[in-house]
């Protein structure tokens, strides 16, 4: 248990190995973040807090829990996802929510439509906050207790730090091109800077972009079927069906054969940084991705004075 009366925990399957991402433990309440359902013998969170509809944060799983909690539009693409109907309670990005006796608050992330980020406070007082990926860190509040993610939280690796590459992609648009982005967040980036940038002609889409897009994003403006012509927004894998030359993939990767554009759902290192000052917290635990990335940004903050524990470093665990 921390000083803060905050307890991560996690969850050991029935193969022995350990449950994706944690559940935090305080006063008399389990909360899960981003993990996937617990067998029905197995210790039930009060909920299932899930930040967004990323196959990484398992909301595929928990969806079907009635004890499930995701924001609307987190809900939706869940289902379009994954079609099969979400069995938990829904929330519009901004309203509180009671689970049990404990009022839990929520804001927008801005890493995907209707990414959220819960806050709580326990009897004690402590003040924790939950952020899921985050892409946009100015509408999150102060916290004691903050659980949050390292995707580019390696402090050594050149690729961790980046800018949005926004004028490659405006030349690429005024050009003519085509976009592989992927279908659920990256897609709808894709489609609002284009609208930003005064693009109002048809975006072309493949079906499951096309659905997500529609029914999220109501002022995405005229969107239609991928036919080959105009500019598209196509899932990667399909950017080989599309005429032409002129494509690229919104991706930091760089092990992919087509041009890429610089466009990321995430904050880079600096971004991660900063958004530690906005919220200063008195402890972080670091919870996605698993692994090094976490382990790095942990060890990075601890040399900052920062009391920090990654994912792989929780050693209490339940059935
Ligand atoms: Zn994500």
Known sequence: MSDLGVEPLRRVNSRGGLAPHLFVGFDSHLFSIDTSR????????????????H????????????????SKETARALEIRYDREYKGRTFEVGESVLIGDVEVRTYSTGHTIGATAFYWETEVGTRVLATGDVKDYSHLPRCDFLITEANYGDPWDPSCIFDDDLGGFFEALQSGASFGAYAFGKAQRAVALMRAMGYDGEIGMDEQSLALTRELMPEAGPLTEANGNGTNVVSPWNLYHLPGRNKYFLTGRRDTSYPTIRLSDHLDFRGLMKMFEHISPKEVLVYHPEGERANLLAHHLQQCGMETTALEQIEKYMR
Do not use: E, F, N, W
């Open 55 to 70: 196959s990484d944060h398992y909301g595929k799983s928990a969806m079907l829990s009635q004890r499930a909690l995701a």
């Open 38 to 53: 617990s067998p029905k013998a197995c210790v039930q969170p009060d909920a299932y807090l899930i930040t967004h509809a």
